[in-house]
């Protein structure tokens, strides 16, 4: 069936147009949304009544990063949460045992990873490895089952070099990472799809000054994260909405940021093998911007980095904004920017004061 082309309209007035924005890069991207929602939340807007939607569920991996760094809660809809997957979680328990071999969760799940420990020998290892003034040699003398042997001799090395001082960051987390390759392969069919997801994992963890400060603010279980708040949220509680825009149907927000509005991610570079392909990723664009009840963003990056490179690599590709915003249609949006060199908006910036709310929120969660 051929598309029927529609005008949208309202009947409720409005001085305000729905903004484009012009960003670097996702990094920005994700610290520009933040900004955005802290200074909804400080107007009245409930963090509930915001919504952050995207055409894929790893889109959202940067932003997931920086709303817990910065202590946002946020529920996702469509897909895990990004530090909930089970191969994030695999590569950062190596990291956290390396860190600190007393911590008893990181260890057990990070020994079980290789194949002939099971749990009685992975607890023996940790209490080996917590109570030894050198871990790595705690490990390297410890007699596992003959058929794990050449496993645990990998392990082992890899763990020596994560304890050897003067590894610059994010080169440990690279070593995890080429170690667990493998294991993931063993572990997982779809082992390619999530590769992907360690590689973007790797990208993003530049943006922290060492293992410690990234483990620190990103990998550790908040204090809501445990047991005796499992169940459904409180009605009293408030987060900000992360979604797919396919599980967005239905729903409607004051405020809607569209991440990755370039082509290659909207329309999909998978989406656009025929012309009914195509239109069906315009469809979904319209649902994704008839979400908004007030505030419309569609968030536009401009360089996006290649995953396969080192970690000081700056190899990258541009993007163009989505085909389905034409030159034409630019006169009914707002177009900004943020000015990344300086950290500048040409809007008005966030207020000191937000910032220092948002410190003294984080520091009172752990106390």
Known sequence: LERHAKTLWTDKASSIKPQLVLIPDEAEQARWVC???????????????????????????????????????????????????????????????????????????????????????????????????DPAAALEGFAV???????????????????????????????ARAWYQPHLERL??????????????????????????????ITLDPPEATSDRAGAPLLDEDYVILSTIH?????????????????????????TGSQDDIEEERRLLYVAMTRARENLHLVVPNRFFIKQQSSMGDRHVYATRTRFITPVMLKHFEECAWLSADKRELRTP????IRMMVRDRARNAWK
Not at 73 to 100: M, S, T, W, Y
Not at 157 to 175: C, F, I, Q, S
């Open 145 to 175: 089952p003959a058929r794990c042997k050449t496993d645990w001799q990998a392990f082992c090395a890899l763990y020596r070099r994560l304890r050897t001082p003067g590894l610059r960051w994010p080169m440990d987390l690279e070593l």
């Open 35 to 133: 900004n955005r929602i802290l200074e909804q939340r400080e107007t009245g807007v409930a963090l509930k009544s915001q919504a952050v939607l995207f055409r894929a569920a790893s889109h959202s991996a940067a932003l997931e990063l920086e709303l817990m760094r910065r202590n946002i809660p946020f529920v996702k809809f469509g897909g895990l949460k990004f530090l909930e997957a089970a191969h994030i979680k695999d590569v950062l328990a190596v990291l956290r045992f390396a860190q600190n071999p007393s911590g008893r969760l990181a260890g057990f799940r990070a020994l079980q990873l290789i194949p002939g420990i099971g749990q009685a020998t992975a607890t023996r290892l940790v209490e080996a490895a917590g109570s030894s003034d």
């Open 247 to 271: 599980s967005s149907k239905g729903q409607e927000w004051n405020t809607v940021h569209v991440l990755n509005v370039v082509d290659g991610c909207m329309p999909s570079d998978m989406g």
């Open 350 to 353: 966030m207020p000191d004061s």
């Open 188 to 217: 997982h069919d779809d082992a390619q799809v999530r590769a992907a997801d360690l590689d973007q994992l790797v990208a993003l963890s530049g943006g922290y000054g060492n293992r410690e400060s990234f483990l620190a603010e």
